[in-house]
């Protein structure tokens, strides 16, 4: 591990969305703000869009960080489901126990739960991720949720979270409704040159690092150019250069690792380079030239092929370890 190498606390470039590392790009503000803004003032709807990677559900952690104090929040992943369905996932979210299936039962619970919170002078704030996996009913549903008010304020905030499509779903005419309903449409995009050199600094700082710049600028030039500035790429590039980085023994990352990473994570070119160098095919599975099972193993001629050998680090590792593309393949699948 590579933590103790470059004296690091923690690891930075994971793959939870950890709202601490939320690096405050200008989109990253301006949504934080505009979510927080559609919360305080009661508009009862906003949206939030985004390609995967973006960092998204690292904002909204951050969101719900800000409104422990304040409200009761339930941050929905399941979206592809009934309405009946969503309604018993947000009342479990909201640590509300039934087991009533009725609609109605459902709904009378769940209004019971909105004034008692409104009694005690705090909102309910509903996060619906992935949502365009929601079916046009169940988006209905999610729009007569909004209706639970009195006339001075909505008793309920839902966010709805998607990818892109989801805002050409709510383009079309049968979802007019809603989007009537949503006064705050918020998009993240990907950062700015200028701002992944930032993310980088600032993610390793929050880890910990206090020593010289870790990657050169050479380094981080190329960062860019393999990420197109999505922070999950920047985070997949970073973390195998470090290992590349700690497995070499360099004290700072060059160019020409991340060079080696890129060529690492593109498993296309990899296979494609196996091909070329080895008489072995490439379709539904890589074929390799056999290799002598261990006792008691069942032959297998490639990866992903069905037989009575586990698919583990190790025994991929027997088969596909024959070249230097092939244990590249291998690094890629088990960092």
Do not use: W
Request: glycine fraction near 6%; proline fraction near 7%.
């Amino acid at each position: 591990m590579f933590l103790k190498f470059y004296n690091l606390r923690e690891q930075p470039f994971g793959t939870t969305p950890n709202p601490r590392f939320l690096y405050p790009s200008v989109v990253h503000r301006e949504a934080l703000a505009s979510l927080i803004c559609g919360i305080e003032s009661n508009l009862g709807f906003a949206a939030l869009v985004a390609e995967p990677g973006m960092g998204k559900t690292t904002l909204l952690f951050h969101v719900l960080t800000r409104l422990k104090n304040s409200a009761r929040t339930a941050f929905l992943f399941e979206t592809q489901c009934s309405s009946q369905s969503l309604l018993r996932y947000l009342l479990a979210e909201l640590c509300v126990p039934t087991t009533d299936p009725d609609p109605v039962v459902l709904h009378e619970k769940f209004k019971q739960v909105l004034c008692e919170e409104s009694r005690m002078g705090r909102r309910v704030v509903v996060i619906i991720d992935e949502a365009q996996n929601l079916d046009a009913k169940v988006l209905e549903t999610v729009r007569l949720l909004s209706d639970f008010e009195t006339p001075e304020a909505k008793l309920l905030h839902i966010i709805l979270v998607g990818q892109p499509q989801f805002a050409k779903q709510l383009g079309c005419p049968k979802m007019s409704q809603l989007l009537q309903r949503i006064p705050m449409m918020n998009f993240l995009r990907p950062l700015e040159p200028r701002e992944v050199t930032e993310y980088v600094d600032h993610r390793l700082r929050v880890a910990g690092y206090s020593g010289p710049q870790l990657f050169t600028t050479s380094a981080l030039e190329r960062i860019v150019e393999l990420s197109n500035g999505v922070p999950r790429k920047i985070n997949r590039i970073c973390f195998n250069a470090l290992s590349l980085g700690c497995a070499l023994a360099t004290k700072q990352i060059e160019r020409s690792q991340i060079d080696e990473v890129g060529t690492d994570l593109d498993l296309g070119l990899l296979l494609n380079n196996v091909k070329a160098s080895h008489p072995v095919s490439v379709g539904a599975a890589v074929s390799i030239p056999d290799v002598p099972p261990k006792a008691g193993e069942t032959p297998t001629a490639g990866i992903g092929q069905v037989g009575n050998v586990t698919r583990t680090p190790e025994t991929i590792g027997r088969v596909v370890a024959t070249t230097e593309d092939a244990r590249r393949i291998q690094r890629c699948m088990f960092p």
